[in-house]
T-cell receptor, first 116, second 115 residues
Framework: DVKVTQSSRYLVKRTGEKVFLECVQD?????MFWYRQDPGLGLRLIYF???????EKGDIPEGYSVSREKKERFSLILESASTNQTSMYLC???????????????FGPGTRLTVT | AQSVTQLGSHVSVSEGALVLLRCNYS??????LFWYVQYPNQGLQLLLK??????LVKGINGFEAEFKKSETSFHLTKPSAHMSDAAEYFC?????????????FGKGTKLSVIP
């Protein structure tokens, strides 16, 4: 079974703090993703990484950065947390399905971040 | 460019009734289409996916979806709702091919099942 784990289920931080959200996958997947999920907006892609030390901006990268020093670990960093970054953050990793040349994204349980 | 529209942010059905969750997509290239389910306080789990083979796709937990190119739709159905189906459902689209990185999600439909 593929496992994607996130370091915290719930996190409360103060405005201006630097926040690290950690994600680890155990299936040797090359591609990893960070999304944020807000009610009525669905999931929006923040950043993704297609290999170690490689990253690409998603749809809403402002206010965030990422780090991928090892293949299994992908970190999301909020340099200076703000209240509008209060949200659910979901990490995912992606495999390759050789049977039909497609893929599947596997999601972690999420981190609910509150910035006060 | 691609996008997904899920009709209805909330859907309620009686236990044993048909479940129909609607998804329409827009894509400038042949798409892959996905349905994910999210149970309370959990991450997303793949229900089923369309990858240009059979247009009727069967997934887990008795769900299925039919790809209709002429209608640009990929609606999710289940013949008989169970209480355990209460969750939020997300439709997603990406360009076809395993090399694609961008998966675009709809805003979600919350399904309630009434006993």
């Amino acid at each position: 079974d593929v496992k994607v784990t996130q370091s915290s289920r719930y996190l409360v931080k103060r405005t201006g703090e630097k926040v690290f959200l950690e994600c680890v996958q155990d299936m040797d997947h090359e591609n990893m993703f960070w999304y944020r999920q807000d009610p009525g907006l669905g999931l929006r892609l923040i950043y993704f990484s297609y290999d170690v030390k490689m990253k690409e901006k998603g749809d809403i990268p402002e206010g965030y950065s990422v780090s991928r020093e090892k293949k299994e670990r992908f970190s999301l960093i909020l340099e200076s947390a703000s209240t509008n970054q209060t949200s659910m953050y979901l990490c995912a990793s992606k495999n390759y399905d050789g049977e039909d040349n497609s893929y599947e994204q596997y999601f972690g349980p999420g981190t609910r971040l509150t910035v006060t | 460019a691609q996008s997904v529209t899920q009709l209805g942010s909330h859907v309620s059905v009686s236990e044993g009734a048909l479940v129909l969750l609607r998804c329409n997509y827009s894509s400038s290239v042949p798409p892959y289409l996905f349905w994910y389910v999210q149970y309370p306080n959990q991450g997303l789990q793949l229900l089923l996916k369309y990858t240009s083979a059979a247009t009727l796709v069967k997934g887990i937990n008795g769900f299925e979806a039919e790809f209709k190119k002429s209608e640009t739709s990929f609606h999710l159905t289940k013949p008989s709702a169970h209480m355990s189906d209460a969750a939020e459902y997300f439709c997603a689209v990406s360009p076809s091919g395993a090399g694609s990185y961008q998966l675009t999600f709809g805003k979600g439909t919350k399904l309630s099942v009434i006993p």
